[in-house]
Structure formats: structure tokens, C-alpha cells
């Protein structure tokens, strides 16, 4: 290669250098942006891949069922395992398991004891975490199933009580620490997993008649409607007394609840802060072509073809892009992976598959390269004349600016009202720049304000009682009348929880009896009615989409093999079950299965302390009453705050961002006439007025715009999600008007507090400097 042509190619990457250089300010702000936006993509969908890997991976490793049906043992004995199911490639089971109460500092937690042998079985076998599997000579050892014992703060040689069903006590010790696939994560999941040897169960609960069957089916072809197929044949074998059947269905729904609310809020900022990145990118990229022309123009006539200029912006805007990239992936993971072992109780959270990080990469680069390529086309059309300068657009004035002078505003105003509209493309791109962040930024302070509202209110969700009261010991009437006594309380309502068998479905649903058909639980109906008489239930939304129904039809359903067939009255927001609860009154129980109430809910007078009024009963009861504080289900979602605090900030720069992008084009377009102004006797606090007008007008229109777009889409956003994951509409509740006035000040204030420090520059520069 000759000199001259050594030197013609490696022009282009001379100046993009001295340019990188001359311009650090605009390189560490497009990096920052892109950065910001891949930490946002990638932890969002780690948190959404993650939220069926748990179930995956714990699958593959435990080599899991894909159907579990739990059947109630007779006093003949165990039940068998089904027959005449070719597609069923594997059986775990049948194993015999116990329902317990666990006692442990002070709580009381429902526990199944589950009979397994020292060697682990072959299919559906736990894995060991902590200490190790069970052994021969462990006559009083239990393994733990690990969410459980993360809840009750249990560990290897940790010992505990359990109660069986006969009110005999035992005392076990944890030996091992162990994860399955059979089911989601405690307290979602109830009641809390346990594996013992069966000489220890048959010593913790002897008759047969108190125990069940569970049986586990591996089939080789899992897919939705074979599962359904499987699970519905199978149960049908067992004469009704089949108490609970689940799927891989259910327990990678109910693993992935949560973390696919985190990962879609996450995508929601991350695409917004993708769309608001790319116009910033091509704002900046618009505004150097305009600041540029000379340099473009000069690059030209020195013999530079139009694919040279055209190539070295892209280029170089793709260097900054793929430096961007690379330090937000890393960033990216390690916040899933921080997220994910939170939520999933584990000392290390979720990955994501290096396909899916290559494609956010990839489209992440893409988008920024797109949004380069427009502006620097433009660049590559500049003619070759280096005395030519891109003039902003003449004419009449615009109206707003008309309008200024009409109402007689100070002459600064009408200047900067004149100059906001200048030059339109780049005036849409600052106005769209600002309002999809501040519209973003809206909806998380809608989705933190919905949050704050079930705090406040949990009995929107379902949560009116503030105490759960199991009788133990004592009789129901003896357990009504102490909690009656206690002056704090107001209310009581007896309930009880039980799994229901729906007839041409293979999964249970939860069905829980709750007050009195004349007095209903307090639930608050989002439609329909409460119910009012015998036979009458509400139902969430996941039951309703579940069974195809609607409100006003009938359901009919079994439980404890007994049918039950009530006419869904109204519709109930739940957070938990994936909204698949059934809730009734609990004399509309068949007279065979009306046995005491399991537990009471106790509704406090407004005011009373949840944990002084649990002191007093259990005092009062000499400690026989089971008393346990209700935690509302909002709660763990308080990762929340933090979690929307750093995609706001990553919003908040692209939208300064495009800020100065805006303030550079108005000084390159308007400084001549600031200086001539200047030297016509204009103050230099009149100057800024006038560049602060011109920019702060297209502010004030994006957050605006923004705030009142973001205001009226939050709710439904969130009802939306709410019906796609069963929890329903209802929901949603958009931010009061004090925050949102409150967060457009703010925003406002600060945008042009940013441009007071970029005006004073133009200010103060001297009038020969400024006519250059």
C-alpha cells in the first residue's frame, strides 16, 4: 500500500481519536446511556428467565415428575400406584406422608412428613444442600426442603417439635438441608416439606387412616395437554379420594411469580430507556452535524468521500455503543443474579443463557448504530465548502412567540419562545426525548404508589384480618369466647383451608371456607357481590380464567371427595395461588366435612397493635391458642423501591442527555444573535433568560406530556398485569396528584438548573468570541 493511501485510511481514525478527545463530556454520557440501558435488559430478563430456571434446573437435577397426585390412605392400607398409562416413562412412589405441626422458637408452622428410605430414590429425588441425606441409624433425623427451612431458621443439627393429628409430641433433628421440583417455594407453597425415614413416621403417626399416598409420575412426552390427559386419568383410578393433584405447570408458575413481575417492570424501564437512548443518540448525532458543518465540509474538500464521513460517525458512535455494552452486561448479571438469590432463598441466584445475553448485546448495539446511521448520512451529504454554514430556518414568528409578544412578555421570553421552535426535527426530538422518561418514571411512582396502597390497605387484597388464631388444644367454643373477650378485637371469622378437586381438571384449587354465609369475610369485591347465602362463593381471577367461567355460573368441585357445588357471586383480587382460590361461606360445607374451623381471622379495631393483642391471647390461654400475625403479601415486593430507584436515575441522564444536546444546537444556532444582542445592551441575565426560555419551553411540553401519559396508563398497565397472572383487576393505583405536580416540579427544576449552568457559558462568552 502506497503512502498516500496508508495515510488516507488511517485519516478517519485519526480524527474519530482527536474528535473522542475533543469531546470526552459527549463520550462518557453515550457510554453511560448504553451502559445503563444493557444493566437494565439483562437484569430484566434474568429475572424473567429466571423465574422458571429455578424450576428447570432443579428438575433436570433431581430428575423430577412432571405429575404429583396425593391421595388419602384407607385403613386398609396404602393405595397402589395407577395402572394403564402408557405414556408414564417413571414412578416415584407411592410414599407414605403425614400432616405435622412444627414448633419451633415460639411458631407454629404446617409441616408434611414424607417417608423415604436411606438411599434416594431414582426419580424425584432431593438434593442434599447442607449436611446430608438420611442414614439407617437417624431414628429421630428429618431433611428439610430448603425454602422451609430458610423460613423457620433451621440448620443442620437444629432440632424441632412436631405434632400429629393424635396431639402426640415429637422431637427431631435436622440432618440435611435438601431442594426438590415437586413443589414451589414455602410460604407460597403450604404446607412446608419434609423427608424421614418410615420407622420415624410410623412412630410420629401409626394409623394409617391419618396419612396419604403421593405418587409421582415421570412422563416422556410433558407437554400441556399430555400432562392434563396423564394427571386427569390417573386421579380418576383412585374413587374420589384423591385430596390434591399438581403439575410442572403449577410449580414453575408458582416459582416464577415474582420474579416475572421484577423482570417485566425491569423490561418496561429497559425498553423505554432503549427507545428514549436511541432518539438521544440521534439527537447528539443530529447536533454535531449541525455544530460540525465546517469540519464535515473541510474533511470533504480534503479529498474524504461522502462513505468516509458517513462511516467514521457510525464508527465511532459504535465504539462508544460496544464500550457501553461491555461494561453493562457484567453490571447486568451480577444485579440478577443479586435479585434472584434473594427471592429464591439461595446463596447464588439465576444466570442467563449466553444466547439471550448475545442477543441484548447484539440489539443494543444495533439500536445504537440505527440511531447513528440517519444523522450521519446527512453528515456524508455536506458539500465540500468549508465557508458554508448551516443556517437555522428563517421566516415569521411562531405562534407561541406571537402569543409572548401579544401578552406583552419581557423581551428575553419572547426571544427564547422564538427560538425554541427553530429548527423543528431536533425541537420533536427533545420534547419525545424528555416525556418517555418522566412517562416511565410516572409509571414506577404509579407502581410504587399501588404498593404503598396494599401496605396501608391490605384488605383490598384480601388481608382485613390481622391475626390468624388456630384453636389448638382448647375447644372452638372455649377459643371463641377468649378472643371475643380481648377488647381490641372487633371481628372474628372462622375458616378453614382445604384443596378441591375440580371435576375435568387435573390440578386442585385452594378452597377456603371464611365466615359465615350472612357474615362473610370482609374480602373487597372488585365485581359482582359478596356472598350472601348458602351455596354462594367468590373466586380470583385465576380460578375464573381457569375454568372458563363467569360470574353468575355455577362450579361444581370436590372436597375430601364429597361434591360441592356453589354459583360464583362476585370476583376477589388474591396474591397468592396464582389467584386459583374458591371462597365460600363456611356453612356451605356438606353436613359430612362440617368440622371445627382450623383457625379463626381476627379483625382488630383501627389502631390496636397486632403484637400486643397476640400477647394477650396467648396469656390469656395459658398458650394453648396458635396465635400468628398475618403478613401481608405486599411485603415481598419491597425489593421494589430499589429496584425502580436505579432505572429512574438511568432515565433521568438520558433525559439530561438530550438536555445538552438541545443546548448546544440553540447555542450554535442563536449565539451570533446573543452576541448582537449583547452589544445592543442585553444584561447577560437577560441572555440566560432567553436560552433558558427557548430550551425550558420543550422541557416543560415533555413532562408534561409525559407525566399525564404515564398518570393514565399505570393503572391499566397494572390491571393488566394482574389478570395475565390470575391475581386480576383492581389493582392498580395511579400516583395522588400532589406526587405526580410534585415529581414535574422536580423534574422541571431540574432541568433547568442544568441549563443554567450550560447558558452561563454562552453568557458570559465576549461578543467577538460569540459572532465567530
Not at 423415604?116 to 431414628?139: F, Q, T, Y
Not at 448479571?333 to 441484548?360: E, Q
Not at 465548502?385 to 412578555?409: E, H, M, N, Q, W
Not at 436505579?646 to 433521568?652: A, G, K, Y
Request: aromatic fraction near 4%; glycine fraction near 10%; include cysteine.
Amino acid at each position: 500500500m502506497s503512502p498516500r493511501k496508508a495515510s488516507a485510511h488511517r485519516a478517519p481514525i485519526r480524527w474519530i481519536a482527536a474528535d473522542l478527545r475533543a469531546r470526552w463530556g459527549h463520550a462518557l454520557v453515550t457510554v453511560l446511556t448504553v451502559g445503563g440501558i444493557v444493566t437494565a435488559l439483562v437484569a430484566a430478563a434474568t429475572l424473567l428467565e429466571g423465574g422458571t430456571n429455578p424450576w428447570r434446573g432443579l428438575f433436570d437435577e433431581t430428575n423430577g415428575a412432571h405429575v404429583w397426585i396425593h391421595v388419602q390412605n384407607g385403613q386398609g392400607g396404602q393405595v397402589a400406584a395407577p395402572t394403564g398409562i402408557p405414556e408414564r416413562t417413571g414412578v416415584a412412589g407411592p410414599y407414605r406422608s403425614a400432616p405435622v405441626t412444627l414448633t419451633h422458637d415460639g411458631r407454629n408452622a404446617p409441616l408434611a412428613l414424607r417417608a423415604l428410605g436411606p438411599e434416594p430414590p431414582r426419580i424425584a429425588r432431593p438434593v442434599v444442600r447442607e449436611g446430608r441425606w438420611l442414614s439407617a441409624d437417624d431414628a429421630d433425623g428429618v431433611v428439610l426442603e430448603r425454602s422451609f427451612a430458610a423460613a423457620e431458621n433451621l440448620r443442620p443439627g437444629g432440632s424441632f417439635t412436631v405434632t400429629a393429628l393424635s396431639g402426640q409430641r415429637h422431637e427431631l433433628v435436622v440432618v440435611g438441608i435438601a431442594e426438590t421440583a415437586e413443589q414451589g417455594f414455602y410460604p407460597t407453597s403450604t404446607p412446608g416439606l419434609a423427608w424421614t425415614l418410615p420407622r420415624t413416621l410410623d412412630q410420629v403417626e401409626p394409623v394409617i387412616g391419618r396419612s396419604q399416598s403421593v405418587i409421582g409420575l415421570r412422563l416422556a412426552d410433558p407437554g400441556r395437554d399430555n400432562t392434563v390427559q396423564v394427571a386427569g386419568d390417573s386421579a380418576a383410578q383412585f374413587d374420589g379420594r384423591v385430596l390434591r393433584v399438581s403439575t410442572w405447570l403449577d410449580v414453575q408458575g408458582a416459582m416464577m411469580l415474582d420474579n416475572r413481575l421484577f423482570g417485566l417492570l425491569l423490561g418496561l424501564f429497559g425498553g423505554c430507556g432503549l427507545l428514549a437512548g436511541g432518539l438521544a443518540i440521534a439527537h447528539a448525532v443530529g447536533s454535531r452535524v449541525l455544530t460540525q458543518s465546517r469540519d464535515f465540509a473541510t474533511l470533504k474538500s480534503l479529498g474524504m468521500t461522502r462513505a468516509q464521513v458517513t462511516s467514521m460517525l457510525i464508527v465511532e458512535h459504535a465504539a462508544l455503543g460496544l464500550i457501553g455494552v461491555t461494561a453493562g452486561l457484567p453490571a447486568g448479571l451480577a444485579a440478577g443474579r443479586f435479585v434472584t438469590a434473594l427471592s429464591l432463598h439461595s446463596g447464588a441466584g439465576i444466570g442467563l443463557s449466553p444466547m439471550l445475553t448475545l442477543l441484548i448485546a447484539a440489539g443494543t448495539a444495533a439500536v445504537v448504530i440505527l440511531a447513528a446511521a440517519l444523522p450521519a448520512w446527512r453528515a456524508g451529504r455536506t458539500p465540500p465548502t468549508p465557508a458554508v454554514l448551516v443556517a437555522p430556518p428563517r421566516g415569521r414568528l411562531s405562534k407561541l412567540a406571537r402569543l409572548a409578544l401579544l401578552v406583552r412578555l419581557p423581551p428575553a421570553l419572547v426571544l427564547g419562545a422564538r427560538d425554541a421552535f427553530t429548527r423543528r426535527l431536533p425541537a420533536v426530538l427533545t420534547v419525545f426525548g424528555v416525556m418517555i422518561p418522566m412517562m416511565v418514571i410516572t409509571i414506577g411512582l404509579g407502581c410504587l404508589s399501588t404498593l404503598d396502597n396494599i401496605l396501608r390497605h391490605p384488605e383490598q387484597v384480601g388481608q382485613a384480618a390481622a391475626l390468624e388464631v388456630r384453636p389448638g388444644r382448647l375447644p372452638a367454643t372455649r377459643a371463641t369466647a377468649l378472643i371475643t373477650a380481648d377488647p381490641a378485637v372487633r371481628a372474628i371469622y372462622p375458616g378453614a383451608d382445604m384443596d378441591a378437586v375440580v371435576q375435568g381438571q387435573p390440578r386442585t384449587v385452594l378452597a377456603r371456607a371464611m365466615g359465615e354465609s350472612a357474615r362473610p369475610y370482609p374480602f373487597k369485591v372488585v365485581e359482582g357481590r359478596p356472598y350472601a347465602v348458602r351455596g354462594e362463593a367468590v373466586a380470583g381471577q385465576g380460578l375464573l380464567d381457569r375454568l372458563d367461567k363467569k360470574i353468575g355460573q355455577r362450579v361444581r368441585v370436590l372436597v375430601g371427595g364429597t361434591p360441592l357445588i356453589v354459583r360464583i357471586v362476585g370476583r376477589v383480587v388474591e396474591l397468592e395461588h396464582d389467584g386459583e382460590v374458591l371462597s365460600f361461606g363456611i356453612d356451605s360445607l356438606p353436613a359430612k366435612d362440617a368440622t371445627p374451623p382450623e383457625f379463626y381471622s381476627v379483625v382488630l379495631k383501627p389502631g390496636e397493635p397486632a403484637e400486643e393483642t397476640a400477647q394477650r391471647l396467648r396469656e390469656a390461654s395459658g398458650d394453648a391458642l396458635e396465635v400468628r400475625l398475618v403478613v401481608n403479601p405486599a411485603r415481598r415486593f419491597a425489593e421494589l423501591r430499589w429496584m425502580i430507584l436505579i432505572p429512574v436515575m438511568l432515565l433521568v441522564l438520558i433525559g439530561l442527555s438530550n438536555l445538552y444536546t438541545a443546548s448546544v444546537v440553540a447555542e450554535r444556532d442563536h449565539g451570533p444573535d446573543l452576541a448582537v444582542l449583547k452589544a445592543m445592551g442585553l444584561t447577560p441575565r437577560q441572555v440566560v433568560a432567553t436560552m433558558i426560555t427557548g430550551t425550558g419551553l420543550l422541557v416543560l411540553i415533555g413532562v408534561v406530556a409525559g407525566t399525564m401519559a404515564g398518570a393514565s396508563l399505570v393503572a391499566r398497565l397494572i390491571d393488566v398485569q394482574g389478570h395475565t397472572s390470575g391475581v386480576g383487576a383492581g389493582l392498580g393505583h395511579p400516583p395522588s396528584v400532589l406526587t405526580l405536580v410534585t415529581a414535574a416540579v422536580a423534574a422541571l427544576a431540574l432541568a433547568l438548573l442544568f441549563r443554567l449552568f450550560l447558558a452561563r457559558r454562552a453568557a458570559l462568552a465576549q461578543v467577538p468570541v460569540a459572532t465567530r
